[in-house]
């Protein structure tokens, strides 16, 4: 038996039948009221019955201030629950597990979206462009400190909301530039209150979001995707990387949260998360997950290094909705292509 092929168990998480993970990937196929659909269902049901041991879906908001992303699935109302709960149940009749990613965009997401100004950590607008409406971002207004509890509030409704409607657990997005990684990362955040600052004060919006939803819902669920390294132009870390990490993984674990999904987007592994995960590893009690594009023999290699618990993959899981069975069988892979993007098959 190989290790990815080996069950998890580790009581800090939910049970996995093998230690392979399909990422999180927006697809923007959600209906017009953004709910799942049935043909999501079938895709993330494809995914289980080719073996994926556990599946995060797409980013889902939580709420509409953190909206910036055509057709991506919210979690925010019963309905929204009630058609997700037709996805679980499909990825369950395959003998799957599901987590759902919870998103809240902050300054990534548009007016045209949200309604209003997009919050955040600052009120600096983002560089570039959103490519979902091609309009450059707006100025954020940054979120006062009173505010807090609310946005809490909303990850920790959607994280019981989704638990309610069957998901095995939930992710809380706290990487890859969203509202949660516009506190850590010190070079959004120019706040001088206590949520900015210090390394204690950057990494206390992240435990006190932490600190609400396992107050909600068992941190034996809760996964939380952190991305302290990727190449964005050049090699991007938290400043203070060392130090944030030294202060904020002891405290999750402290926590009880139960996964870190540590991610590099779409970066070179071994020189991002790869990297991250020996030094979060002696710190973290609960399970972690990591990956980018690994072949099933790096895969291998980084679980029997003892760093990670899972591994994840995210494009190969598009390209092949069998990915599991094929690494098992050392099938040759379909590669992905951009195309892939606009279908959901
Ligand atoms: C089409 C697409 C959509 C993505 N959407 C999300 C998302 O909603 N949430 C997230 O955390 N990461 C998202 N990602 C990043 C993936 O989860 C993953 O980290 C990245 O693709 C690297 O893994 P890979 O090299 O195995 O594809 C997305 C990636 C792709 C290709």
Redesign the pocket.
């Known amino acids: 038996m190989t290790m990815l092929s080996k069950p998890l168990e580790n009581p800090a998480f939910i049970a996995l039948r093998n230690r392979t993970v399909m990422?999180?990937?927006?697809?923007s196929f959600a209906d017009a009221e953004r709910c799942a659909t049935d043909e999501m269902a079938a895709y993330y049901a494809r995914r289980a019955a080719g073996g994926a041991g556990l599946i995060?879906?797409?980013?889902?908001l939580i709420h509409a201030s953190g909206d910036g992303?055509v057709n991506?699935p919210y979690i925010a109302e019963a309905k929204h629950a009630d058609a997700w709960r037709k996805v679980v149940d499909a990825v369950h009749a395959e003998g799957g597990a599901i987590a759902c990613?919870l998103?809240h965009m902050g300054r990534i997401s548009h007016a045209d979206f949200t309604g209003d100004a997009p919050v955040s950590s600052t009120n600096r607008a983002a560089a570039g462009v959103n490519r979902q409406n091609n309009k450059p971002y707006g100025e954020p207004r940054a979120l006062e400190a009173h505010e807090m509890p609310t946005i809490y509030g909303y990850f920790a409704d959607a994280a019981e909301r989704a638990l309610d409607a069957g998901f095995d657990a939930v992710?809380l997005?706290m990487?890859?530039g969203?509202l949660p990684d516009q506190f850590m990362d010190g070079q959004v955040n120019d706040r001088t209150d206590q949520y900015g600052g210090s390394v204690e004060n950057r990494c206390r919006f992240a435990l006190e979001l932490v600190e609400a939803v396992t107050a909600r819902v068992p941190g034996s669920k809760v996964m939380a995707?952190i991305?302290p390294s990727r190449m964005m132009g050049g090699l991007y870390e938290w400043p203070d990387l060392d130090a944030m990490i030294a202060h904020l993984i002891p405290a999750l674990s402290q926590l009880g949260l139960g996964a870190l999904?540590v991610?590099?987007?779409?970066?070179p592994?071994h020189e991002t998360a790869g990297r991250m995960v020996r030094k979060i590893r002696p710190l973290f009690d609960g399970v972690i997950v990591a990956?980018?594009?690994?072949s099933a023999d790096e895969a291998e290699a980084e679980l029997a290094s003892g760093m990670v618990d899972a591994i994840?993959?995210?494009?190969?899981?598009?390209a092949n909705p069998d990915l599991v069975q094929k690494i098992e069988q050392g099938q040759e892979l379909t590669p992905?292509d951009d195309a892939m993007?606009s279908t959901l098959v």
């Open positions: 990422s999180a990937m927006s697809r995060l879906t797409e980013g889902t992303w991506a990613q998103w992710e997005h990487g890859h969203y995707r991305s999904d991610s590099c987007a779409n970066s592994y990956g980018a594009s690994l994840t993959w995210g494009r190969a899981f598009i992905f993007r």
